[in-house]
């Protein structure tokens, strides 16, 4: 019962996380969908550490389908963005094992760099193949991939500070090791 609570939690938060990040950082949109500072990026990315690849995906997914009924624009491309915002973290997380043979470190900014750097990639190319080949007044210019991705990694670095801040704070996650 308490994974449901916070897989609805997470769901929750993003979209609100969302909704504000839209707010405060309106000065430093590049397109509707872009921004320089995108804070919900890194919440993708906790949401499959702290709940798992299933739970947290999940968590990610509800939060999308959540703004889309929020805001009136259910759509076949609204549902292949949600599924490109669920891809970006596991392909970084898996990509991350891959490379290094272990898990993530959540106190360990190398690794939290390195996965949200993995992430951004990911999350932009997946979001930017979709509106190419479904929507493609979604693609406005060239230059809005590389805007995608410096919003999603200020944003998630942002966060990541804050995670680890959180974490040492309450001796939760991995071990740090000397950097």
Known sequence: ???????????????????????????????????????????????????????????????????????????????????????????????FRFQTGREVSLVSLKDLAALTLAYCVANALAHHLIWTLFDPAQVLTPEQLAGMMVGDFSGAMIGAYGLKWFAQRFKIGFPARSE
């Open 1 to 95: 019962m308490l994974e449901i609570r916070l897989i609805l939690l997470s769901a929750v938060l993003f979209g609100l996380l969302h909704t504000v990040n839209g707010w405060i950082f309106s000065f430093a949109q590049v397109t509707p969908h872009i921004g320089w500072i995108y804070l919900p990026a890194f919440l993708r990315l906790v949401n499959v550490l702290v709940l798992g690849n299933l739970r947290g995906t999940v968590a990610t997914a509800l939060g999308g389908v959540l703004l889309m009924l929020v805001s009136g624009s259910i759509s076949g491309v609204g549902f292949l963005n949600v599924a490109s915002s669920c891809s970006g973290p596991l392909i970084a997380v898996a990509l």
